[in-house]
């Protein structure tokens, strides 16, 4: 199981988010996250605990292993604000609750 | 550029039958792990299905037994048959594809099931 904290972070453009993903156990290094906004489908950012897919902003960066791991935006941009998604792919691919950044 | 276009969903009566597909271009289905995903609406995101480039199939708990996934290379198309609906399984249904298996590189932009008498 993956829980993800917290459920709604409220901040503004220009300020740094810091999003929480914990596993009940060890995933190893298999852990995703994704963005999705509304309306859309969910975005590949991060593989591999830290590794950024392609096209990726560099003020997107995560960090962890084995059950704690953060996902961090240095500097919120406007089209940053939408729900994110941890995911493992260790065992069967399960998702965490989402974790929504609103302004 | 990877593009996934999916179909099929619609309106459904508890324990009736649909088959959604996925036309793919910019990747080939047949070399690619290829997925389904669902989200009900309001709710998170659920992998249901994947199959591998050799074949092999994997199937969430809940859906085993009742759905099949499958490609066709000559077409480029994944499908997901989805037998004895129930209507825990409205969603909307994403197809996806990656380079690795349990990795969602690239999502299309989803088809509706409804599964309602």
């Known amino acids: 199981v993956l829980t993800q904290s917290p459920a709604t972070l409220s901040l503004s453009p220009g300020e740094r988010a810091s999003l929480s993903c914990r596993a009940s156990q060890s995933v190893d290094k298999y852990l995703l996250w994704y963005q999705q906004k509304a309306g859309q489908a969910p975005r590949l950012l991060v593989y591999d605990t830290t590794n950024r897919a392609t096209g990726i902003p560099a003020r997107f960066s995560a960090t962890g292993s084995g059950t704690d791991f953060t996902l961090t935006i240095s500097r919120l941009e406007p089209e940053d604000f939408a729900v994110y998604y941890c995911q493992q792919g260790l065992y069967w691919p399960t998702f965490g609750q989402g974790t929504k950044v609103e302004f | 550029e990877v593009q996934l276009a999916e179909s099929g969903g619609g309106l459904i009566q508890p324990g009736g039958s649909l088959r959604l597909s996925c036309a793919a271009s910019?990747?080939?289905?047949?070399?690619?792990?290829m997925s389904w995903l669902r989200q009900a609406p309001g709710k998170g995101l659920q992998w249901v299905s994947i199959?591998?480039?050799?074949?092999?199939?994997y199937y969430a708990e809940s859906v085993k037994g009742r759905f099949t996934i499958s490609i066709d290379i000559y077409t480029n198309t994944v499908y997901l048959q989805m037998n004895n609906l129930r209507v825990e399984d409205t969603a909307l249904y994403y197809c996806?594809?990656?380079?690795?298996?349990?990795?969602?590189?690239?999502w299309g932009q989803g088809t509706l099931v409804t599964v309602s008498s």
């Open positions: 996806g594809g990656a380079h690795r298996p349990n990795v969602g590189d690239y």
């Open positions: 199959i591998y480039p050799g074949g092999d199939t």
């Open positions: 910019g990747l080939t289905v047949g070399s690619k792990y």
